[in-house]
C-alpha cells in the first residue's frame, strides 16, 4: 500500500517513534531499556520458528519465508490466509468510523464507552508494575494502549486491518504493531504477560478451542489473559442467540439488516456472540485456572428503557456478570 503523498511519509519516518528492530546480525543496535525489541516476541505465522529481520523484511528463521514490514508495521499473515475474510472486515471497519449522531444513538455509544471504560480499569487493576509485555488481539481503532504505554508497558496492537494500526500509529502514537491473523497468531510461545482481547472471539465462534489454546500458549505462567465478547446470554440477546437456532437467527439477523434496517453497521454473517459458560469450560480444557468474571454495569446496544429494566437486575451480581450484553473475564495459566 503506498503514500499518495510522499511528504507525509518521510516525515513520519522522521518523527515516528514505531519500534526499532534489532537485528541479531546487527549488535551495534542495542535495545534500551525503554523499547521493546519486538522481532524477539515474534514467530512465524506459518511454521512457528523465530523471525529475524533482514534489511527491512522479517525472515522466518525455519520456512525461510519472508514477509513485508510496511512503515514499521510487520504483517505477518500465514500462507494460507483467507483473503475473503480480511475484505469482510475492511468492510466493516470502514463502517466503525462513520459517526453516530441520532440521541437514540448517542445513548448507545455512551453505554460502549463506559463498557470499554469498565473493561480497561479491570485490566489496570490485576496487572503487575511496568514493564510488562501485553499484547491486544483485534484491537481495531481502542487507543486505550496509551496509558499503559505511557505506563512504560510493551503493548502491542495487533489486529487483521493494517490501516486501523497505521491509524494508531500515526494519530495516537503507537509504538508497537502488529498485523496478522488471530488463527496463526505471529508470537513465541511463553513470551506474553498479558493479552487482552475484546469483541473478537466472536468472530471466529467455530474456533474457540484452538483460538483459546494458542492464547494460553503464549501466555507466561505468572500471565493472564483479559477476555470481553459478545455475550450469547444477554438479557436482551438470549431468546436469538441461545433459544433460536443459529441458522434461522443469522437468516433474520440478515434479512433485518439489509430489508428492514437498511443498516450501515451490520455484523458479519460468521458473527455469532459466545457463550460465557462454554468459554469457561474451554479455557479450563485448554490450561487456564482461576478464571474470574467480572460485572459490567453499562450495557451497549440496548435502549434507554431497556437499560432501565437491565439497571435494576443488574444490581444482581449474576446478572452483572453472566447476562450483561458483554461478559469479561481473567484466566491465569494452571500451574
Ligand atoms: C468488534 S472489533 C473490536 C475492536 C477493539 N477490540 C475494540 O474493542 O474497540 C473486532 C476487531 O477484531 C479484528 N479482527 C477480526 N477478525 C480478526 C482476525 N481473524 N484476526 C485479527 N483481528 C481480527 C477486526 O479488524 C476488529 O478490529
Ligand atoms: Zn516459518
Known amino acids: 500500500m503506498g503514500y499518495r503523498f510522499p511528504l507525509v511519509r518521510i516525515l513520519r519516518c522522521v ?25 524477539s516476541l515474534l514467530a512465524c505465522p ?38 475473503s475474510h480480511l475484505r469482510e472486515e475492511e468492510t466493516l471497519a470502514e463502517m466503525m468510523k462513520i459517526p453516530e449522531i441520532s440521541a437514540k444513538e448517542r445513548f448507545y455509544l455512551g453505554q460502549w464507552r463506559q463498557s470499554k471504560k469498565e473493561f480497561w480499569s479491570v485490566v489496570a487493576q490485576n496487572i503487575g508494575p511496568a514493564p510488562k509485555i501485553m499484547v491486544n488481539i483485534g484491537c481495531g ?18 489486529d487483521i486491518v493494517y490501516e486501523m494500526l497505521d491509524s494508531l500509529k500515526l494519530e495516537y502514537g503507537a509504538r508497537y504493531c502488529v498485523a496478522g491473523d488471530v488463527k496463526s497468531l505471529p508470537f513465541r510461545k ?33 500471565g493472564a489473559l483479559f477476555l470481553e465478547d459478545a455475550n450469547a446470554w444477554g438479557m436482551f440477546q438470549f431468546p436469538k442467540s441461545v433459544l433460536m437456532p443459529r441458522s434461522v437467527h443469522r437468516s433474520l439477523r440478515s434479512f433485518y439488516h439489509n430489508s428492514f434496517k437498511h443498516s450501515e ?29 467480572f460485572d459490567n454495569h453499562a450495557y451497549p446496544n440496548c435502549h434507554e428503557r431497556a437499560y432501565k429494566f437491565y439497571e435494576f437486575f443488574g444490581s444482581s451480581e449474576r446478572i452483572a456478570k453472566f447476562h450483561n450484553y458483554h461478559y469479561m473475564l481473567m484466566a491465569r495459566p494452571g500451574e
Open 141 to 158: 481503532r481502542d487507543d486505550s494502549f496509551r496509558q499503559f504505554q505511557d505506563l512504560g508497558h510493551f503493548i502491542v496492537n495487533f
Open 46 to 83: 506459518d511454521c512457528g520458528s523465530d523471525m529475524v529481520k533482514v534489511r527491512d523484511e522479517m525472515k522466518c528463521a525455519g520456512c525461510k519465508n519472508v514477509f513485508e514490514i510496511r512503515d514499521g508495521i510487520p504483517i505477518l499473515f500465514p500462507a494460507d490466509f483467507d483473503n
Open 190 to 222: 511463553g513470551t506474553c504477560d498479558y493479552l487482552i482481547c475484546i469483541d473478537l472471539i466472536h468472530h471466529e465462534s467455530e474456533r474457540l478451542q484452538q483460538l483459546l489454546k494458542r492464547f494460553r500458549e503464549l501466555l507466561k505462567p505468572s
Open 265 to 293: 453497521q451490520r455484523p458479519a454473517d460468521y458473527e455469532f456472540p459466545t457463550n460465557p459458560f462454554k468459554v469457561r469450560r474451554i479455557l479450563e480444557q485448554v490450561g487456564f485456572s482461576k478464571i474470574v468474571f
Open 15 to 39: 518523527f515516528s517513534d514505531g519500534f526499532i528492530y534489532h537485528s541479531v546480525h546487527d549488535s551495534s543496535v542495542m535495545p534500551d531499556k525503554h523499547q521493546l525489541d519486538l522481532e
